[in-house]
């Protein structure tokens, strides 16, 4: 048994749904004031009850409510956790739900002694990480290396759904200028979340996974600028580019300023050859991604 913590996110759901191809038997935490249905219809998530039609079975329970997790956990063999708090609010924070959610389920799948905990992370978190969300993910990381369960941590670069979909796509699909911090020079290797679903699936019984921290990137290192670039040659025009200094105002949801601020101080370019053939997964480049995403804009 394998339960998905996160299912009804983008990502989540599509773990769930892969594993359920694969005939895996898959429960998933799901919240009973879920607003999955609604924001499935937005795009914004997948929506538990297809979920269940194609096979997962439920479990209600809360990251935030310990006791509730234990019928959640009993009896797995894997946990796979993507739950975060990114584009929620009010009581879902990094605090209610990237620190003390998680560390609520590592210490109830410890309990239930599962085997193994497949965390979903993020480049560069940090316990001592000035942005709340990249502490609290770090701080996950830490108690999850003490469990003494079996883990593997995730830690992808920035997703091209949510960064590069957000920071230059819907600007330029829209004729919008493109604001980017700093000057855009930094090279970061942008991965699609397809690509961390397939490692997610891939660990689960993958031996090279198997107590370790996984940096996981695109299948190459590009700067925003050569991501303006990319836009530019798929749509056929120009986009205009704004630049904002270090700490003035971007209009970004919470918490990417920070950490697009944060992008501008390092380079994450990660060689992924060893690892896309250890775990047979083929990466998406960014101009698949966005021709894709351009596709409903130029057919």
Do not use: C
């Not at 924070?93 to 620190?99: A, E, G, I, T």
């Not at 590009?222 to 025009?237: C, I, M, N």
């Amino acid at each position: 048994m394998i339960v998905v913590v996160g299912a009804t996110g983008i990502l989540g759901g599509m773990i769930t749904r892969r594993l359920l191809e694969q005939g895996r038997e898959v429960r998933i935490l799901v919240r009973h004031d879920s607003p999955s249905e609604q924001l499935a219809q937005e795009g914004r998530a997948t929506s538990a009850g297809s979920l269940i039609e194609a096979g997962a079975q439920p479990v209600y329970g809360d990251l935030r409510d310990r006791a509730s997790l234990d019928a959640a956990v009993e009896g797995v063999e894997t946990v796979i956790s993507t739950a975060n708090s990114v584009g929620r609010g009010g009581e879902d924070n990094p605090q209610s739900v990237d620190l003390e959610g998680n560390r609520n389920l590592i210490e109830a799948a410890r309990d239930a002694g599962v085997g193994h905990f497949v965390f979903v992370s993020a480049l560069g978190a940090d316990p001592n990480h000035p942005v709340p969300f990249m502490q609290a993910k770090g701080q996950s990381e830490a108690s999850l290396r003490d469990s003494g369960m079996d883990y593997t941590v995730l830690a992808p670069t920035p997703f091209m759904e949510v960064w590069v979909a957000v920071v230059v796509g819907m600007p330029a699909l829209q004729g919008q200028p493109v604001v980017l911090v700093g000057e855009g020079r930094r090279h970061h290797s942008f991965i699609s979340n397809r690509d961390v679903a397939a490692f997610a699936v891939a660990a689960v019984d993958n031996p090279a996974a198997r107590n370790r921290y996984l940096a996981l990137g695109g299948p190459e290192p590009l700067s925003w600028r050569d991501v303006v670039a990319t836009y530019e040659r798929v749509l056929g025009y120009p986009v205009s580019l704004q630049f904002a200094a270090m700490g003035e105002p971007v209009p970004l949801p919470d918490p990417m300023p920070g950490i697009l601020a944060g992008m501008e101080t390092y380079d994450s370019a990660i060689e992924m050859g060893e690892i896309a053939r250890t775990f047979d997964v083929p990466l998406t480049s960014l101009e698949t991604f966005v021709r894709e995403q351009a596709t409903p804009q130029t057919a």
